[in-house]
């Protein structure tokens, strides 16, 4: 069984920064790509970021210049660092993960809150 397990948010001020973790775990062959997606209360749930198994990325506009998504292959782990954040970040953020252990399965966290807020 593939488990994903997010970490690294909380409570932050306008303007600063917050690094979240994704940690895949289980009978994992390979990781194809591996996402961070987010939900804000009464929105739907959005593409943040992605990077591909090569390191290629791709962001919201909104994110832009302001998150950077990252990844250790080694450690099956997904990295977003989000600097100049803003009280509209404020959303659970979500891990998914294409992953290959014997069949491919698009995989979901739990969440994690990062809440914005002075």
């Known amino acids: 069984q593939v488990q994903l397990v997010e970490s690294g948010g909380g409570l932050v001020q306008p303007g600063g920064s917050l690094r979240l973790s994704c940690a895949a775990s289980g009978s994992i062959i390979s990781i194809n790509t591996m996402d961070w997606y987010r939900q804000a209360p009464g929105k739907e749930r959005e593409l943040v970021a992605r990077i591909t198994s090569g390191g290629s990325t791709v962001y919201a506009d909104s994110m832009k210049g302001r998150f950077t998504i990252s990844r250790d292959n080694a450690k099956n782990t997904v990295y977003l660092q989000m600097n100049s954040l803003k009280p509209e970040d404020t959303a659970i953020y979500y891990c998914?993960?294409?992953?290959?252990?014997?069949?491919?399965?698009?995989?979901w966290g739990k969440g994690t809150q990062v809440t914005v807020s002075s």
């Open positions: 998914h993960a294409n992953i290959y252990s014997g069949g491919t399965m698009n995989y």
